[in-house]
């Protein structure tokens, strides 16, 4: 038999599983002699650049094992922007493979093509190897209506993502209500320029702060309540199983502390001059005999969510397993990345032991100070 790749990876694969070709030569790896210090060689051709893998036959079985997902998530990354209110995230990449080998340290690359194939930038529980986003529709698990802290505040961080597999989705309307359904403004972002199989991120602007409510029509469908806080409203974004990020606000009591960390040197207490002389102070000020040369803060926070319906309970769940989480600095007006450190989350409903807030803390670096001796 000849060079055959005889597994593949789904045509709507995940970059954060294994994506995994096998390969055989069953003639050529059982003979040693022939084809001495053979390999197989994948070719992994992405986005204009070229990969090339190697893999020993496997001691039992004799095939080649290739992972090319480690490959092709540096090409699958998107970095969370707030630059407007819509921003278009490339949720696939297509690529290929050939496959080659070698023996008689010669390589002989590209005698097999496997067709085009697609990755997607998301992430999936074992063992589901597909990806979620294949269709056109909300790409998140929020519910049709869901809390938000900001009625009194001018902007509402509020991401809603979409995801389309044609160029073509209806614009988005944004209808701002007050208490009793009366319509207090209307505004439409449009869709101009979507790209067929692209997450476009929309950012709700709330400059409405008499606004109860805001509904959402369009190619989505989406309800957000508003509530007055008489705490410091904080934002935090992740990133979704989707590849889109998602957004909540929490404006219930929020409590920070910082951590420091020092790094120092010791040195004399006093001073020679060439003269002899011995000096402890320069004027009324003494040498001291530690000093520090760096410091390090490290600041935690921890926030608190309203009271939870059963579907955004469900839906947060996504927030303690994201890889990329962000908080809005309003001091700074930036997006900082930080950690989820610890958490109250568990998996609950209203009926079995009643909803209540959630309690977290997160963790960034917000200051580095050194100094130079």
Known sequence: MSLTIINNPAQLASVSSEMLFVAEEPTKTADPVTYPNYKFILQVYVAGEVYKLKAQPHPTSGLGIFDVSKVLQSHTV???????NKVDYTSRQDYYVKLGEEYSDTEYLGIVTDGTRYAYKSYKRRPFEESNVIGNGIASN????ITAVAKDSSV?????PYFSNVSGITDLSITYKNDVGTTLATATLSNVGYSANTIRQFNINNAFTNADYILLTGPLSLRINLQCSKHPVKYLAWLNPYGAYDSLTFGMVSMKTTETERRQYGRLPYEVDNGGDITYQIGSVFYGQKRTYATKTKTRMKLTSHLLTDAEYTWLADLFSSTDVYMYDDTTGYWMPVQITSGNYEYRTYLNSKLKPLEFEVEFSDEYNSQFL
């Open 78 to 84: 998107n970095q969370f922007s707030m630059a407007s």
């Open 156 to 160: 509402l961080y509020q991401l809603v």
């Open 142 to 145: 929020m519910p049709s209506t």
